[in-house]
């Protein structure tokens, strides 16, 4: 027998309860198989999770590190669970899935304009793969996925993936970077760099690695993040590869990549017989002016595409 998310359900209603007869009223179970099942998980743990006494229950030093695992551990496995069980969509909602797009804030404007009268709700997931899953799943009703590199997005049938657009990925370096004032960067100038690179499967780290090795070097992965990577960056604690409608935080550029080597594209995800799938496509459409005004509000992105380089 393992331990199991079912042994730590047990172990938080008898420190809530505070006595084994209290939590085997509030489980269904009767005191002595409570106690049984105390006793093999105990054996599990190798450790006296509780102390008895007279008043009841109280956990050990090591029952309290248990039991604050436990806190962290049964809220994310009951979210799973509701994630990813078939839902049917609730009456007036709309849930969106997303990647680190830029598109995102702009495609929640669009949903509530043109899909008034529907709550909005959205969830972040850095795996594209992942997505597409909720989506057929009908865990969520939209998504919006990036996809490293030319490869194609595999979606079963039923699910329809429509590109918003495909861009190149630029890099951001420290502000005081010896190539920070290079109008372009050549890749293989990065060579001896610290990386910053997300830590989000689905083979992008792949993409990533590939296109270093084909212009000639290895790269140093130093933080593997799928946060903050821009206060790294600004921190000169590395570069990394960005959006090219990103900002420019205080601390840090972004530069073009010479010959564009990375390629991303942003595609819109939902499944073909939902109820507002004709909606959907008019929601793909203005997901399209809405990238052309992220474009127009970057005059370093805007100027490279003029220059036909992009």
Known sequence: MELQVRHLRVLVAIARAGSLNRAAGELRLAQPA????????????????????????????????????????????????????????????????????????GLFGCVERLLP???????????????????????????????????????????????????????????????????????????????????????????FREMCLAHGFTPRIAHDVDALRHRLVSGEHGVCLVQPTTPEPPGMVIRPLAGDPMKVQHVLLWRADHPLGDRFAAVHLAAVTVYERLVAQNDRYRGWLDNGVA
Request: some cysteine.
């Open 34 to 105: 409570l106690s049984h099942q105390l006793r093999r998980i105990e054996q599990l743990v190798g450790e006296r999770l509780f102390d008895r006494g007279p008043r009841g229950v109280r956990p050990t030093r090591i029952g309290e590190l248990v039991l604050a695992r436990a806190a962290a551990i049964i809220p994310a496995f009951d979210e799973l669970d509701r994630d990813f069980r078939l839902q049917q969509p609730s009456p007036g909602g709309l849930r969106i899935g997303w990647n680190d797009s830029s598109l995102v804030p």
């Open 117 to 207: 009268g529907h709550e909005l709700t959205s969830r972040a997931d850095l795996s594209h793969s992942r997505l597409v899953t909720q989506v057929a799943g009908g865990c969520v009703d939209l998504a919006v996925a990036m996809i490293c590199g030319p490869r194609t997005l595999a979606v079963p049938d039923g699910v329809r993936a429509e590109r918003v657009v495909v861009e190149p990925s630029f890099v951001a370096l420290p502000s005081r970077h010896p190539l920070a004032a290079s109008p372009v960067v050549e890749l293989d100038d990065l060579a001896q760099e610290q990386w910053i690179v997300s830590s989000c499967g689905d083979g992008c780290r792949v993409v």
